[in-house]
């Protein structure tokens, strides 16, 4: 299995354009999170999906963020309009989960992003 | 406040030595707890799971215990080696949900 993929695995972009990171889930996995990390902050869970479907948004920062899985196979997360405060490593993680049973999250390997 | 901390910021051991990582939260009630390495680049890489309800748990080198009662829990690396240097992560997870909480981390060095 390829892992969970991430694209562009680096992006450089300008204040107020917009962004958009893409992540492909491992294959049979069932929930996906999108996760911020900066020096600062640490890494920060923002969503995560469940069968596709949204269930926790509570850490998306503003509304210039917003984040989409029209199917098992595929996310975006999308940063518009993006601001220097915005900068850091966005990574994609997915699992295998049914009711309470709990498994190990698989991590992509992230997208450094810059705004300038 | 919610808070989730681990020891330092940075630990250097001498290899061979066990390695010692601390991770304590207040006011979460985490279901279950995890720990994870992370290496410069690169995503976390999930190491062990401990559930509330469990003591301690172990693989190869590495044994987690878990505290409820103090809100801890303990990392060790048995004969550490070079190569085990990375950041650890903590992470608790909530409600036996898929809220994940991760710590600050662990800049682990162990030299030769």
């Known amino acids: 299995d390829a892992g969970v993929i991430q694209s562009p695995r680096h992006e450089v972009t300008e204040m107020g354009q917009e962004v958009t990171l893409r992540c492909k889930p491992i294959?049979?996995?069932?929930?996906l999170f999108w996760y911020r990390q900066t020096m600062m902050r640490g890494l920060e869970l923002l969503i995560y999906f469940n069968n596709n479907v949204p269930i926790d948004d509570s850490g998306m920062p503003e509304d210039r963020f917003s984040a989409k899985m029209p199917n098992a196979s595929f996310s975006t997360l999308k940063i518009q309009p993006s601001e220097p405060r915005d900068s850091a490593v966005y990574f994609c993680a997915s699992s295998r989960t049914s009711g309470r049973s709990y498994n190990e999250q698989f991590f992509g390997p992230g997208t450094r992003l810059t705004v300038l | 406040s919610q808070k989730i901390e681990q020891n330092s910021e940075a630990l250097n051991i001498q290899e061979g030595k066990t390695a010692t990582l601390t991770c304590n939260y207040t006011n979460y009630s985490p279901a279950y707890l995890q720990w994870y390495r992370q290496d410069p680049g690169r995503g976390p890489v999930f190491l062990l799971l401990i559930r509330e309800n469990e003591k301690e748990k172990r693989k190869e080198r590495l044994k987690v215990t878990f505290d409820t009662t103090l809100k801890q829990s303990l990392f060790h690396i048995t004969a550490s080696q070079p190569a085990d240097s990375a950041t650890y992560l903590c992470a608790l997870i909530l409600n036996y949900g898929q809220n994940f909480v991760f710590g600050p981390g662990t800049r682990l060095s162990v030299l030769p």
């Open positions: 294959s049979g996995h069932n929930s």
